[in-house]
């Protein structure tokens, strides 16, 4: 009798009605390997590829996504709870821009960048870098986008040549199924991207493979033992973590917009962005004002099945993410935290569903003020002064976004410069992801490396360097034959070449010219 140690297959399930989607089997480490295998092999010709040849499978998948749209949407929002609207928007529209932008753009952002070598140019010297695919490069994706945040990377990680082995995440697995079906439905040559669902056991074994990158994404916890199982082969790994963002409104701010802001911040997708508004801190002359209107808006909210268009707030995705909003909620109250509006599950609804909540009365001692809450959840605090509410913002281990309201956009760019994130938004929040042409990633414990622009795009590259010597008959003076009159002329070099005054440097040429002379081996 064969004994399983782990089940052998996850069960995908919509947790808003908690019906079996499917069941689908889990990546063993074999399988692990030979998707890495199969990607190696397919490397080398999809690299030779030109980049409108790989362009034009890019939109060719783009067409696909349009043309079975609502197919795309349904299998979004039945696995995650989302809302409809919000599949639409935040997962599928926002890779369609980001598809065409790519399609059009890597090319032109990658192309070979030459050195300016100052001085060296004299010396006939010149250099250039040239941007190379790396080889296989391994995804691991996270729950919450299941489609914009891996096909955001795999479509960037193709069009520069590479090939990919993803992982989607074990709640999502019919998600990124998709991913792989629309490549191939288009033509994407056999290995060039491989999708292997599976568990923790997947991607730990990902994370150990032969790759050339681990593009991870996913919690504090998960991504610290991924950087330490990469560190084995010396895998360099780009880390998207968790966020607790803070939203920062001045006493100047439109607060019916920055009010809307809020609740949009912190509930969109019920509250599952690493980028949502996970503290809310308010200027004390507008805070009655401001706090009335977030929870009139809050309450307007409909919450309900995610099928419906009209849906703005959906269920959690996971009920371990439901118990953590419960437990965070649960420990703010029983320590004093008001309790504005929600405050606890949906139970008319079923499913994984939490109400959105706004709280007052919370201070930087509460878990929901200090650790990621993942869920529909706001906490509320007032500032006097502007150095109390960045010092607050920045009171956190995390910085992944952070927002500042204000009409004064002076003011916005003063605030902007002192808060520790990775992105920094006036009068925006939340949705710089979505945009291709700017760098995403955190700073402290929100990630490592960056994902987006062409920022994100050199952490898929090799970076090679070109350096051109024209003077192709002479020898240099630092080569062998050292000599007294060589080391006087190294010397002379050092008191003038080096200098960071241009006089000094032009008094290097009689020594350059000595060297020259010089005998060389
Ligand atoms: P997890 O860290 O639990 O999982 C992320 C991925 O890692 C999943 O595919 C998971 O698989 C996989 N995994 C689990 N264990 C291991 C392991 N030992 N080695 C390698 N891979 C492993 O995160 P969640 O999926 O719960 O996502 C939520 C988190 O992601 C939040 O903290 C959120 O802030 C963060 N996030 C960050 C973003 C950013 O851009 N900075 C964007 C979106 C989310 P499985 O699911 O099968 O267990």
């Keep these: 009798m064969i004994q399983m140690l782990w089940p052998s297959t996850i069960i995908s399930m919509n947790p808003a009605t908690g019906e079996t989607l499917a069941e689908v089997p889990i990546g063993t480490p074999e399988d692990i390997h030979q998707a890495v295998a199969r990607a190696w092999a397919a490397f080398?010709?999809?690299a030779e590829r030109r980049y409108a040849e790989r362009g034009r499978l890019i939109l060719a998948a783009r067409q696909y996504i349009l043309d079975r749209l609502e197919e795309i949407v349904e299998v979004t929002y039945t696995e995650t709870g989302k809302p409809r609207t919000e599949a639409l928007s935040s997962d599928v529209m926002a890779v369609l821009d980001l598809m065409t932008y790519y399609a059009k753009y890597t090319e032109k952002l990658l192309?070979?960048?030459?050195?300016?070598?100052?001085?060296?140019?004299?010396?006939?010297?010149?250099?250039?870098?040239?941007?190379?695919p790396l080889g296989v490069i391994g995804i691991i994706s996270p729950w919450n986008f299941p489609f914009a945040i891996p096909m955001g990377e795999v479509v960037m990680a193709l069009m520069i040549g590479n090939t990919v082995v993803l992982k989607p995440s074990e709640y999502t697995p019919l998600v990124g199924l998709k991913i792989g079906e629309i490549f191939q439905a288009v033509g994407l040559p056999e290995g060039v991207l491989n999708v292997v669902p599976g568990d923790g056991t997947?991607?730990?074994?990902?994370?150990?493979a032969k790759v050339k990158k681990i593009f991870f994404t996913g919690s504090v916890a998960t991504g610290r033992k991924v950087m330490m199982a990469a560190a084995k082969n010396l895998t360099p790994v780009v880390l998207e973590l968790g966020g607790k963002d803070p939203m920062i409104v001045c006493r100047d701010a439109d607060v019916d917009v920055a009010a809307s802001a809020a609740v949009w911040g912190a509930f969109a997708n019920a509250g599952q962005i690493c980028a949502s508004i996970e503290r809310c801190y308010v200027d004390q002359a507008i805070a009655d004002e401001f706090i009335t209107k977030v929870v009139?808006?809050?309450?307007?909210?409909?919450?309900?099945p995610p099928e419906r268009v009209d849906t703005d707030i959906g269920s959690l995705s996971t009920e371990r993410q439901l118990?953590?909003?419960?437990?965070?909620?649960?420990?703010?109250?029983?320590?004093?935290?008001?309790?504005?509006?929600?405050?606890?599950?949906?139970r008319e609804l079923g499913g994984y569903y939490f109400q959105p909540t706004v709280l007052t009365d919370v201070d930087h001692s509460f878990s929901i003020m200090r650790e990621e809450t993942f869920g529909p959840v706001l906490p509320l605090m007032t500032f006097k002064t502007e150095e109390e509410a960045i010092r607050l913002a920045n009171?956190?281990?995390?910085?992944?976004?952070a927002s500042v309201w204000t009409t004064d956009i002076?003011?916005?760019?003063?605030?902007?410069?002192?808060?520790q994130a990775g992105t920094i938004m006036i009068n925006e929040c939340t949705y710089t992801h979505a945009l291709p042409q700017t760098p995403w990633g955190g700073v402290k414990q929100s990630g490592v490396g960056r994902t987006h622009s062409k920022w994100g795009l050199m952490e898929l590259v090799e970076l090679e360097h070109v350096h051109v010597n024209r003077m192709a008959r002479t020898k240099d003076p630092w080569w062998y034959g050292y000599s007294r009159q060589l080391y006087e002329v190294l010397v002379d070099f050092s008191r003038t070449f080096t200098s960071p005054s241009w006089v000094d440097q032009l008094k290097a040429i009689p020594a350059v010219l000595r060297g020259q002379r010089l005998k060389k081996y």
């Design 410 to 419: 002076a003011r916005g760019k003063r605030m902007a410069a002192q808060l």
């Design 323 to 346: 118990q953590v909003v419960e437990e965070q909620v649960g420990d703010a109250i029983v320590r004093g935290a008001t309790v504005l509006c929600g405050g606890d599950r949906n």
């Design 111 to 132: 192309r070979s960048e030459r050195i300016w070598l100052g001085k060296y140019s004299i010396m006939g010297r010149s250099s250039y870098v040239n941007y190379k």
């Design 44 to 46: 080398p010709a999809w």
């Design 296 to 304: 009139e808006k809050t309450q307007r909210l409909r919450q309900g």
């Design 395 to 401: 009171d956190s281990p995390y910085g992944l976004t």
């Design 202 to 208: 997947t991607g730990a074994a990902l994370a150990e």
